[in-house]
């Protein structure tokens, strides 16, 4: 195989695994506008194991009144759920915004080896205060849907102001 070929081949892969998050992100997506719905900061988060979501999760801070209620979080504790172990180390993370600290700890506690997130979190996101929780061998890919997933949290505050 020539390089020209395999610059091809690694390229299509490439575009596939992009359409693939942006698939899931939608999925993502969908919780978000949920908690919105409900009154929540419109977050949300999926786990896909082997091509398949096993959990959908949304905020739930305000309905469950505990600030641990991350979408994160409720999507991990369903997918350990489902699974039936705690770790999950077939799986992959979609949340429409960048973990907060306490969420990323939970992903590197739970071995999950991807995360893919929408929107960057100047604010609270680990990337800032704990960078090095995630689990060592966990790639993280972001700004799927980066526009979609910021619009809907600009314009939840927005309207709460």
């Not at 900061?41 to 309905?63: D, F, K, M, Q």
């Not at 997130?117 to 604010?123: H, Q, R, S, V, W």
Request: charged share 25%.
């Amino acid at each position: 195989m020539s390089s020209e070929d395999q610059f091809n081949k690694d390229e299509h892969k490439a575009d596939e695994q992009h359409n693939t998050d942006e698939m899931y992100m939608r999925k993502a997506l969908l919780e978000a506008h949920e908690a919105a719905a409900k009154g929540e900061i419109p977050i949300g988060a999926v786990i896909v194991c082997h091509n398949r979501i096993i959990s959908r999760a949304h905020n739930l801070t305000e309905t469950l009144h505990d600030v641990t209620a991350h979408a994160e979080m409720q999507a991990i504790t369903a997918a350990a759920d489902t699974l039936n172990g705690k770790y999950l180390t077939d799986c992959t993370l979609y949340v429409t915004i960048e973990p907060c600290a306490m969420c990323a700890t939970a992903i590197g506690w739970a071995q999950i080896p991807r995360l893919v997130f929408g929107a960057t979190d100047e604010k609270r996101g680990y990337r800032k205060y704990a960078p090095l929780v995630l689990h060592p061998k966990t790639t993280v890919t972001t700004g799927i849907l980066e526009n979609e997933c910021r619009q809907l949290l600009q314009d939840f505050f927005r309207e709460r102001r």
